[in-house]
């Protein structure tokens, strides 16, 4: 075999393994997105964070901004705290912007989304959300759902106990 | 007479628990042609590859240029190596590269010659085995003959001082064995070298050797100048030496009385 | 019952010794490897056999692979309407798993078998021993370029095999199936971590490479000087490779995803 064949395909068989790491890193993996170690983070704490995971996506209408980075959980006040990693380009949230635990489809992945508030002063690195919403945990729809049917068919008999009902109409909170 | 080239005291080596050799002297004169003769399997070859350090004896000592084998550091053994060169039996050239290449490998491997001095020198010790014109063929391309001159060529490639012939003569035709007979005896002059040639050929080896040793079971069993063992009294060494069939030798491996084998029936 | 028990020792102590010069011999060719880096024409030479020659069953193995886990991916996923995460499906799995090991597997039969048999000869026609008369360390010379080539190419073979593997997939899902091509990628990128995913991987192809590597150098160096013995010793490679790269990834992955 010739030294020059054999050293040009050498070149060529490492240039193609080279691009196909490079393909790996920015075409298929998160990469180009996450931009190395830029961001900022805040926190929200909630009740209860369902299913959320660390690196689920952060959104703000429908729009993704960041990722949650963190997951704790606070003895204190026994809350789980959710420290979020929020990119750059996206600074300068309102204070009162609010955070919620949504699903995605029936049954795809849980995520937060942020909704912006009407406060003129901005969010700073490492400041924290007031208004949170958690997760809904399918059970206690479920549970809820029932209690309300049985409750309902005992309406119906003795009507003087309608005042009970109330609170239970709406889930989650 | 000045001091041996490979001073041999006492070598003890075993093989598993087979003795190869139990308790062997021997001496190699520099610029002579010795022969190491016997029956096959009796660890000629063995033999080469402890003067070569690649084996460490049980017991005894090897001296080459007055310089213990055996304790030799890596670094000194290959140092020593450097100025041996071996010719294997299968020629042992490296099948990925052509004949020149071949040659040429210790010499790139150990000089930082120009190429077109290492050229040279390749080209000159092919001449000298007679294939410069093969220079260009693969080993694959090779008569065993031509093999085991290209590794001849090789093996003088840095000018060693003693070169390690390891059966050169086995499965040549007679053509051929002269060629090798006439170079290794034309070397041994031209470069001044030492040899040892480790033969069962009897007739080749003794026509070469200035002197000769003959080893069989461990042990050397005689050893002198090919004309004195020719004419030796010992019924071993004529037997040998003549290849005759039957003799202190005996025909039939050790085993029990025929007449007992055949009778006592129980197979095995 | 004896007999059984010294047959079972003998194994026993077979084996200890085996693994003892195995690592001895691991040691001996680290230690030249560095020495080896000065003469890279002959490391560029074992690139071609180990690296290069390889690549055509690595591509057309990783397009067949990515093409089967785009149609079985597609039809799994379309009952649940979530199509649209094929590429996530087929890019992990290719990542994490199938790229590093079947990289290896194929590596390993198609370069592992040739190194160990090529090494087995170069022992059996006495190419090593001669080499070490001439004065020239057979494992440095011999032995530390073909390590060195395995080590370098298997990461490359087996992100080539992904990045193929991942096409292949897209061919099916977007091409032929009809995925969004646009929902594709994104999910994909969405999903797949550098860090944890394709890092992960490259790290447990690199760990292949390694092994497959020592292996293959092992077997022939070690390897009975005859033709049955050189046979033997290309089976065992093939064999012992799959089964250590399997058991690898096994530990490797417990270690990496784990938690």
Same mark, same amino acid.
């Given at each position: 075999?010739n030294?020059?064949?054999?050293?040009?395909?050498?070149?060529?068989?490492?240039?193609?393994?080279?691009?196909?790491?490079?393909?790996?890193?920015?075409?298929?993996s998160?990469?180009?997105?996450?931009?190395?170690?830029?961001?900022?983070?805040?926190?929200a704490?909630?009740?209860?964070?369902?299913?959320?995971?660390?690196?689920?996506?952060?959104?703000?209408?429908?729009?993704?901004?960041?990722?949650?980075?963190?997951?704790?959980?606070?003895?204190?006040?026994?809350?789980?705290?959710?420290?979020?990693?929020?990119?750059?380009?996206?600074?300068?949230?309102?204070?009162?912007?609010?955070?919620?635990?949504?699903?995605?489809?029936?049954?795809?992945e849980?995520?937060?989304?942020?909704?912006?508030?009407?406060?003129?002063?901005?969010i700073?690195?490492?400041?924290?959300?007031?208004?949170?919403?958690?997760?809904l945990?399918?059970?206690q729809i479920?549970?809820?759902?029932?209690?309300?049917?049985?409750?309902?068919?005992?309406?119906?008999?003795p009507?003087?106990?309608?005042?009970?009902?109330?609170?239970?109409?709406?889930?989650?909170? | 007479?000045?001091?041996?080239v490979?001073?041999?005291?006492?070598?003890?080596?075993?093989?598993?628990?087979?003795?190869?050799?139990?308790?062997?002297?021997?001496?190699?004169?520099?610029?002579?042609?010795?022969?190491?003769?016997?029956?096959?399997?009796?660890?000629?070859?063995?033999?080469?590859?402890l003067?070569?350090?690649?084996?460490?004896?049980?017991?005894?000592s090897?001296?080459?240029r007055?310089?213990?084998?055996?304790?030799?550091?890596?670094?000194?053994?290959?140092?020593?190596?450097?100025?041996?060169?071996?010719?294997?039996?299968?020629? @042992?050239?490296?099948?990925?590269?052509?004949?020149?290449?071949?040659v040429?490998f210790?010499?790139r491997?150990?000089?930082?010659?120009?190429?077109?001095?290492?050229?040279?020198?390749?080209?000159?010790?092919?001449?000298?085995?007679?294939?410069?014109?093969?220079?260009?063929?693969?080993?694959?391309?090779?008569?065993?003959?031509?093999?085991?001159?290209?590794?001849?060529?090789?093996?003088?490639?840095?000018?060693?001082?003693?070169?390690?012939?390891?059966?050169?003569?086995?499965?040549?035709?007679?053509?051929?064995?002269?060629?090798?007979?006439?170079?290794?005896?034309?070397?041994?002059?031209?470069?001044?070298?030492?040899?040892?040639?480790?033969?069962?050929?009897?007739?080749?080896?003794?026509?070469?050797?200035?002197?000769?040793y003959?080893?069989?079971?461990?042990?050397?069993?005689n050893?002198g100048t090919?004309?004195?063992?020719?004419? @030796?009294?010992?019924?071993?060494?004529?037997?040998f030496?003549n290849?005759?069939?039957?003799?202190?030798?005996?025909?039939?491996?050790?085993?029990?009385?025929?007449?007992?084998?055949?009778?006592?029936?129980?197979?095995? | 019952?004896?007999?059984?028990?010294?047959?079972?020792?003998?194994?026993?102590?077979?084996?200890?010794?085996?693994?003892?010069r195995?690592?001895?011999?691991?040691?001996?060719?680290?230690?030249?490897?560095p020495?080896?880096l000065?003469?890279?024409?002959?490391?560029?030479?074992?690139?071609?056999?180990?690296?290069?020659?390889?690549?055509?069953?690595?591509?057309?193995?990783?397009?067949?692979?990515?093409?089967?886990?785009?149609?079985?991916?597609?039809?799994?996923?379309?009952?649940?309407?979530?199509?649209?995460?094929?590429?996530?499906?087929?890019?992990?799995?290719?990542?994490?798993?199938?790229?590093?090991?079947?990289?290896?597997?194929?590596?390993a039969?198609?370069?592992?078998?040739?190194?160990?048999?090529?090494?087995?000869?170069?022992?059996?026609t006495?190419?090593?021993?001669g080499?070490?008369?001439?004065?020239?360390?057979?494992?440095?010379?011999?032995i530390?370029?073909?390590?060195?080539?395995a080590?370098?190419?298997?990461?490359?073979?087996?992100?080539?095999?992904?990045?193929?593997?991942?096409?292949?997939?897209?061919?099916?899902?977007?091409?032929?199936?009809?995925?969004?091509?646009?929902?594709?990628?994104?999910?994909?990128?969405d999903?797949?971590?550098?860090?944890?995913?394709?890092?992960?991987?490259?790290?447990?192809?690199?760990v292949?490479?390694?092994?497959?590597g020592?292996?293959?150098?092992?077997?022939?160096?070690?390897?009975?000087?005859t033709?049955?013995?050189?046979?033997?010793?290309?089976?065992?490679?093939v064999?012992?490779?799959?089964?250590?790269?399997?058991?690898?990834?096994?530990?490797?992955?417990?270690?990496?995803?784990?938690d």
């Open positions: 075999m030294t020059r064949t054999v050293e040009i395909g050498v070149g060529l068989f490492v240039a193609v393994g080279i691009a196909a790491l490079f393909m790996l890193a920015m075409q298929v998160n990469l180009s997105t996450i931009g190395s170690s830029g961001g900022y983070r805040i926190t704490t909630f009740e209860n964070i369902g299913g959320l995971k660390v690196r689920s996506p952060v959104t703000v209408s429908g729009v993704r901004v960041g990722r949650v980075d963190v997951i704790d959980y606070d003895l204190h006040t026994f809350q789980a705290v959710v420290t979020m990693k929020i990119e750059d380009q996206y600074k300068g949230f309102p204070e009162d912007t609010s955070a919620s635990i949504f699903t995605a489809g029936l049954l795809g849980q995520y937060v989304a942020l909704e912006p508030g009407g406060s003129m002063t901005s700073e690195d490492g400041g924290r959300l007031q208004l949170t919403q958690s997760a945990v399918m059970e479920i549970g809820q759902f029932l209690y309300s049917m049985a409750a309902d068919k005992k309406t119906d008999q009507p003087d106990q309608k005042t009970e009902q109330q609170p239970d109409q709406q889930p989650g909170g | 007479m000045s001091q041996p490979v001073q041999i005291r006492d070598l003890r080596f075993a093989r598993g628990n087979r003795m190869i050799f139990d308790g062997i002297d021997l001496d190699i004169m520099p610029g002579s042609v010795t022969a190491i003769m016997g029956p096959s399997g009796t660890g000629k070859t063995t033999l080469l590859k003067i070569g350090g690649q084996l460490r004896p049980l017991s005894g090897i001296r080459v007055g310089e213990e084998v055996q304790t030799l550091s890596r670094p000194a053994l290959y140092r020593m190596r450097k100025r041996i060169g071996m010719l294997f039996q299968s020629g @042992a050239l490296l099948t990925d590269l052509n004949v020149f290449e071949n040429a210790p010499i491997e150990h000089t930082r010659l120009p190429q077109a001095l290492v050229r040279d020198l390749v080209l000159m010790k092919l001449e000298a085995v007679g294939l410069r014109g093969a220079a260009g063929l693969m080993p694959s391309e090779l008569s065993g003959g031509m093999a085991r001159r290209v590794a001849l060529a090789r093996a003088i490639a840095l000018d060693p001082m003693m070169v390690l012939y390891d059966e050169p003569f086995t499965g040549q035709d007679p053509i051929s064995m002269g060629v090798l007979v006439k170079l290794i005896r034309e070397l041994n002059l031209a470069l001044g070298m030492t040899s040892v040639v480790v033969s069962h050929d009897v007739r080749e080896a003794t026509a070469i050797a200035d002197y000769a003959l080893l069989s079971d461990g042990k050397i069993m050893h090919p004309d004195a063992l020719w004419g @030796a009294e010992s019924q071993w060494t004529r037997q030496l290849g005759l069939p039957d003799g202190p030798v005996a025909f039939h491996y050790p085993a029990a009385p025929f007449r007992d084998d055949l009778l006592g029936g129980a197979p095995r | 019952m004896l007999d059984l028990l010294q047959q079972l020792g003998r194994a026993a102590l077979g084996l200890f010794q085996r693994l003892g195995g690592n001895l011999f691991l040691l001996q060719t680290l230690a030249s490897t020495g080896i000065l003469r890279p024409g002959l490391v560029i030479r074992q690139l071609w056999s180990v690296g290069v020659l390889t690549l055509v069953i690595i591509v057309v193995s990783g397009l067949f692979v990515g093409m089967v886990m785009g149609l079985q991916g597609y039809n799994t996923l379309v009952d649940f309407g979530a199509e649209e995460s094929l590429g996530v499906l087929v890019a992990l799995s290719l990542v994490r798993e199938l790229g590093p090991v079947v990289a290896a597997l194929l590596f039969g198609r370069a592992g078998s040739a190194l160990t048999a090529e090494i087995g000869l170069m022992k059996a006495e190419q090593l021993s080499m070490e008369m001439m004065a020239v360390d057979p494992v440095q010379r011999v530390a370029p073909r390590f060195l080539a080590f370098l190419s298997m990461p490359l073979l087996a992100a080539i095999f992904s990045a193929v593997g991942i096409f292949g997939g897209y061919l099916v899902g977007v091409g032929l199936l009809g995925v969004d091509d646009g929902a594709f990628w994104s999910q994909m990128q999903k797949v971590d550098f860090h944890d995913d394709i890092l992960n991987g490259v790290i447990k192809s690199i292949f490479g390694f092994v497959v020592w292996i293959a150098m092992f077997e022939g160096y070690d390897a009975v000087p033709a049955e013995g050189v046979s033997q010793a290309t089976t065992r490679t064999v012992h490779s799959a089964l250590v790269v399997l058991g690898l990834d096994f530990v490797l992955t417990a270690l990496m995803f784990g």
